[in-house]
């Protein structure tokens, strides 16, 4: 039972990094139908960027802002340049992150060398929370509830707030939306900052646990593709419960079949697409 | 199509990579031989992405899993020649086969988060399953295919015309394979599913095939890979090398086969003399990927003319 309580924390611990960086993406696609190769990417830098602040200021707290901040402006940057010229072209759209998920990769490879490495703890949040048998670090703990944070955040500004009825209006029908005077070009802009944004937060999360390592871009993508599929794409309920099944079954099935460890993931995709195409909170 | 094109340029390659190679140092031999193997490839996948129009991102995978098929049978077990090609084609394709009963249900950007989910699964597994596959090491000590396969002649050459023979066996089919009613109704799919499905094609059959079909030629190109390099290693089946076909596809011009074969040629001589330069391939490669779709979005091919077929 300790067992299986402390491996549902775990799983929950991961569902929290996927659901911060699965929000970014299907929030993305809900509003611009990009697939976002470059995604993963974004997760990577965030931890990079962190990693150079915390060498330098030891501060865990600015380095988070910090990360949030640069990649959201290099996701800003590259939304304006590359992408917004291909509207309504997916598969253009789609290859033009790909173009950019190879350049950042080699380029942080470049940067700051393909050498391993994880943040420092936090001071505060050394230390383990126990409860009986069940032993549980508190920075997991954290992570858990600042995603939770950032999911009630997200459900207040997409559900409650005049920005996320614009937001809503434009996934809904984007002409229409513009004809409203709603400024598209914009919000596409801005949201595909925020997720970049997103995806960094999730890697400065998980940077003193998982850390940063070259490769760790592509390790990422798929995971946050199978959460985003088995959610159903723009749908942000969708990438919660996605996080969450994806998380316990990624953790449960390392912890018990470790060399299929990919493979357990690629079920319960196969399920929910034999039973609903779109996911399980999709709009086709 | 454009016959009265390609009619000549079809000429002229087919002339470069018949009298070719007996002039060219064996560097140059090796780089055409892989050029050859990888413009199968790059033609299977045009199938699915040009003709059929699905994106697919784990077709590197179907190509790898041959390859490991191979290496297994013919280090671990010493099976014989035509048993470890039948094996390596087989396996691929049951493979896209199963596949493509799951995938063949989507379009557009899901079936290339599928199948690119999938790829990464099948890569998660060469390099996690480490009894099998040997993880990150890969499996070394692939026989050469001229002595495995019992021919009286070794070395580059030889090796590099029986790729070429395979080549040209592929593309023929894959040729008659998109000129057929099949391929037709194949591009009537890519451009209006709606339309040909109220004609009453079975639209999902039609794209199962194909997918099956391109799976089959990758699986050809995946065994032929593996006779060439000797080893197998998971980087055949990652999200790069995915990356790169997909590149060649769309560097060349996807809904045409030349394309891609112009396409395969061009990344492997752009790997190859970067690469001899700088170890920043994969800037390159992105750097190349974003210039295509800024400048050439229909690829070289295509370049100057409408798109037609």
Redesign the interface.
């Given at each position: 039972m300790t067992y299986f309580i402390t491996q549902s924390l775990n799983g929950l611990f991961s569902a929290a990094l996927l659901f911060l960086i699965a929000s970014g993406l299907t929030l993305t696609?809900g509003v611009m139908?990009i697939?976002n190769?470059a995604h993963g990417s974004f997760y990577m830098l965030g931890v990079y960027v962190a990693y150079s602040v915390i060498t330098r200021t030891g501060s865990l707290l600015l380095a988070t802002a910090v990360a949030v901040v640069v990649v959201g402006a290099v996701g800003f940057v590259m939304q304006r340049l590359?992408l917004r010229r291909?509207a309504s072209q997916?598969?253009?759209q789609?290859?033009?992150t790909?173009?950019?998920?190879?350049?950042?990769?080699?380029?942080a490879?470049?940067i700051w060398g393909g050498d391993p490495f994880t943040l420092a703890y936090p001071a505060a949040l050394r230390g383990s929370l126990e409860a009986g048998e069940i032993v549980f670090p508190w920075y997991r703990l954290f992570v858990i509830a600042v995603a939770a944070l950032v999911g009630v955040g997200l459900w207040i500004l997409n559900d409650h707030t005049l920005v996320g009825a614009r937001l809503r209006a434009t996934v809904d029908d984007p002409e229409m939306a513009a004809a409203t005077g709603i400024n598209v070009a914009l919000l596409s802009g801005c949201v595909f900052a925020a997720g970049a944004g997103l995806a960094a937060l999730g890697g400065v999360m998980g940077g003193p646990i998982i850390g940063g390592y070259a490769g760790m871009d592509?390790d990422l993508?798929?995971l946050a593709?199978?959460v985003?599929?088995v959610g159903g794409?723009g749908s942000l309920k969708g990438a919660l419960v996605g996080a969450v099944a994806v998380g316990m079954i990624d953790n449960f099935g390392k912890a018990l079949v470790?060399?299929?460890?990919?493979?357990t993931?690629?079920a319960p995709?196969?399920i929910v697409?034999?039973i609903k195409?779109?996911g399980l909170y999709g709009r086709a | 199509m454009s016959a009265r094109r390609e009619g000549p340029a079809l000429l002229i390659l087919g002339a470069i990579l018949i009298v070719g190679p007996p002039f060219l140092s064996s560097y140059w031999v090796g780089l055409l031989t892989q050029m050859v193997i990888l413009a199968i490839l790059a033609m299977s996948l045009d199938i699915l992405l040009g003709y059929t129009g699905l994106p697919s991102l784990g077709h590197a995978a179907v190509f790898g899993v041959a390859a490991y098929a191979v290496a297994v049978l013919s280090t671990r077990y010493q099976a014989g020649f035509w048993t470890t090609v039948a094996c390596g084609i087989l396996a691929g394709t049951l493979l896209s086969a199963a596949v493509g009963l799951i995938v063949s249900h989507v379009r557009d950007v899901y079936f290339l988060m599928i199948t690119l989910a999938w790829g990464m699964v099948l890569w998660g597994l060469s390099y996690r399953w480490i009894p099998v596959t040997g993880g990150d090491n890969g499996i070394s000590g692939i026989p050469r295919l001229e002595a495995h396969a019992g021919l009286p002649m070794t070395g580059p050459i030889p090796f590099y015309y029986v790729t070429l023979l395979v080549f040209a066996a592929c593309a023929i089919l894959m040729a008659l394979l998109v000129r057929s009613p099949f391929g037709l109704t194949l591009r009537g799919i890519r451009d209006n599913e709606a339309r040909m499905k109220s004609l009453g094609f079975n639209t999902w059959l039609h794209c199962y095939l194909s997918y099956v079909l391109a799976g089959a030629f990758a699986s050809v190109s995946g065994v032929v890979w593996a006779y060439y390099n000797g080893f197998v290693s998971p980087t055949y089946l990652d999200l790069t090398a995915s990356s790169e076909l997909f590149l060649m596809v769309t560097l060349g011009g996807p809904a045409t086969l030349v394309g891609p074969v112009l396409g395969a040629g061009a990344i492997v001589l752009l790997k190859n003399v970067i690469s001899a330069y700088t170890a920043r391939w994969l800037l390159i490669l992105g750097v190349v990927y974003i210039i295509t779709i800024l400048a050439a979005p229909q690829g070289l091919w295509n370049l100057g003319r409408r798109r037609s077929g």
């Open positions: 696609f139908r697939v190769i590359f291909f997916p598969l253009a789609m290859m033009m790909m173009g950019c998920a190879l350049f950042f990769r080699d380029a490879l470049m592509v993508l798929p593709f199978v985003v599929i794409m470790p060399e299929l460890s990919y493979f993931l690629f995709m196969v697409l034999a195409p779109t | -």
